[in-house]
């Protein structure tokens, strides 16, 4: 049975950071990329950011890009979302996902398994 177990949520100010966990179980890790998306309240889930399985291919979205980094250790069979420079516009519920590659999530897909999402909430 596949599990990813999403964790590392909180409320956070406008300016800070936060670091979320992925730990997947159940699947061979090394093989699949891995995304992390989010859904705002009233919004449809979207692609923040995601890595291929040997890190050779990383995609962040634009709104995200320079302030969020996406990395794995396939040895711990856990991907991360390091998050700073935090705004209120990054809440949301921030699940991550399995898929065959990267590209299944770059042509719109949105995985194979999913995380039961935590929930970030950044404060103005």
């Known amino acids: 049975q596949v599990q990813l177990v999403e964790s590392g949520g909180g409320l956070v100010q406008a300016g800070g950071s936060l670091r979320l966990s992925c730990a997947a179980s159940?699947?061979?890790?090394?093989?699949?990329?891995m995304g992390w998306f989010r859904q705002a309240p009233g919004k449809e889930r979207v692609l923040v950011a995601a890595?291929?399985?040997?890190?050779?291919?990383?995609f962040y979205t634009v709104p995200v890009k320079g302030r969020f980094t996406i990395s794995r250790d396939n040895a711990k069979n856990t991907v991360y979302l390091q998050m700073s420079s935090l705004k209120p516009a990054d809440t949301a519920v921030y699940y991550c996902?399995?898929?065959?590659?990267?590209?299944?999530?770059?042509?719109?897909?949105?995985?194979?398994?999913w995380g039961q999402g935590t929930q970030v909430t950044v404060s103005s």
């Open positions: 996902a399995a898929a065959i590659t990267v590209q299944t999530f770059l042509d719109g897909g949105e995985g194979d398994y």
């Open positions: 890595v291929n399985r040997d890190s050779g291919l990383i």
């Open positions: 159940g699947l061979t890790f090394n093989r699949v990329a």
